[in-house]
């Protein structure tokens, strides 16, 4: 009774600081373990912790669903579905310790298996919140068919707070896979990988993720082309030797990696540990480019050097390293591939300063007339005072 006493007094707390933002016009940033402060355009206002409002409500392991409040640490969860053999199936990036459950759907970041199982966007049942005006409102579930209507509840994913404070969130778990195997193929070059992994993806094969990268750390530096396969442990077999074949015909050298190892670093990639995430320069930014997997290989020259990349989410997603500067030229080649460019992480020089001046660049694609109003209705829907993460996103 005395937590539930505790939880209580702390959603009124939220509430209050909410109404008397709205009323005196403070803006407020919504804020869970900061693991992401480094992404978006700007960090204003009052920090509105959420860290005190903790626990898991509910799980029900039979019925695949987890109910948490937002301030619960995404590890604990992670811990606590792992006990039964279960997990987030889209790997959302911690980025940090102390990452949070609200953080992670605010944030609406999906690790490497995005491709193969979908967003947390789509993980999403349920979720409370509290708007602009102070009022906790319920949308959606802890099951499928409780969706009816706007389906709210996985509106708030990838809001980055902007619409109101999630207080609490219902999402789907789902088993581990029995079988697991990660293919490393040394030799692909980019465009043989993009041209496997959609030959690939229209046939009958348990693919999870992919990564690409140009390892330079490698002795001598060279391309390695990843595959991990997820599903039953005969399927797993059946397609190791059947893309192995195929891999080994373009005259790559296949081999399977150790399991622990696999792990590890797919792990890394999804938290952005492995090597490539180094800047190779003080002035060089990471960018974001989000395009059809079925793009071709995207040439972006900087001073006539080709930008260093890394290629995931069956080449759904690039991340390639380039300066604030560049910031047309990299925009330009994701739209022509039919996409769009974010500068997710700025550069070691900007950072050092007292503010990040590589994001007078922009760090998201402008919206069209269109998509933009519509982003401003809701959130005038939501927030009228306008005081959640003004410039964030």
């Known amino acids: 009774m005395a937590m539930q006493d505790t939880a209580q007094h702390t959603l009124q707390d939220f509430t209050d600081r909410i109404l008397q933002a709205s009323q005196s016009g403070q803006a407020l940033r919504l804020r869970g373990g900061g693991t992401k402060d480094f992404l978006g355009q700007s960090l204003q206002g009052e920090v509105l912790d959420t860290t005190a409002y903790s626990g898991i409500l509910s799980y029900e392991p039979s019925e695949l669903v987890i109910t948490v409040r937002c301030g619960t640490p995404l590890a604990e969860v992670e811990a606590a579905l792992a006990q039964k053999g279960q997990s987030f199936a889209f790997e959302p990036p911690h980025f940090g310790k102390g990452a949070t459950i609200g953080g992670m759907v605010a944030a609406g970041l999906s690790g490497p298996a995005r491709a193969s199982v979908g967003t947390v966007r789509d993980f999403v049942l349920g979720a409370r919140v509290i708007n ?21 509840s996985r509106l708030l994913a990838g809001s980055w707070g902007q619409l109101g404070l999630i207080t609490e969130v219902s999402l789907k778990v789902l088993p581990v896979y029995p079988g697991e195997a990660t293919l490393v193929c040394a030799g692909v070059t980019q465009a043989q990988a993009l041209k496997l992994i959609n030959q690939w993806g229209g046939q009958p094969l348990p693919l999870n993720a992919s990564a690409w990268v140009h390892d330079t750390t490698a002795s001598p530096a060279q391309d390695f082309f990843f595959v991990r396969l ?62 059809p997997q079925t793009a071709p290989v995207l040439d972006v020259l900087v001073n006539g050097a080709a930008c260093a990349q890394y290629v995931e989410w069956h080449g759904a997603q690039r991340w390639l390293w380039a300066p604030a500067s ?16 974010t500068l997710f992480r700025t550069s070691d020089a900007s950072q050092q300063t007292l503010g990040d001046v590589d994001k007078q660049a922009g760090v998201y694609t402008p919206l069209n007339a269109v998509q933009q109003r519509i982003q401003n209705e809701l959130k005038k829907q939501f927030d009228p005072a306008g005081v959640f993460n003004p410039g964030r996103a």
């Open 132 to 152: 602009g005006k102070g009022e906790h409102l319920t949308f959606g579930g802890q099951v499928m068919k409780n969706v009816a209507g706007y389906d709210v």
């Open 230 to 291: 997820r599903g039953a442990v005969a399927a797993v077999d059946a397609a190791i030797v059947k893309m192995s074949a195929e891999v080994k015909a373009l005259g790559a050298h296949v081999s399977i990696l150790d399991q622990a190892q696999a792990s590890a670093d797919w792990q890394a990639s999804g938290e952005q540990t492995l090597d490539f995430f180094k800047a190779p320069t003080e002035q060089d930014c990471l960018w974001r480019l989000s395009v």
């Open 326 to 341: 560049a910031a047309t030229q990299v925009r330009e080649a994701a739209v022509k591939a039919g996409g769009h460019a």
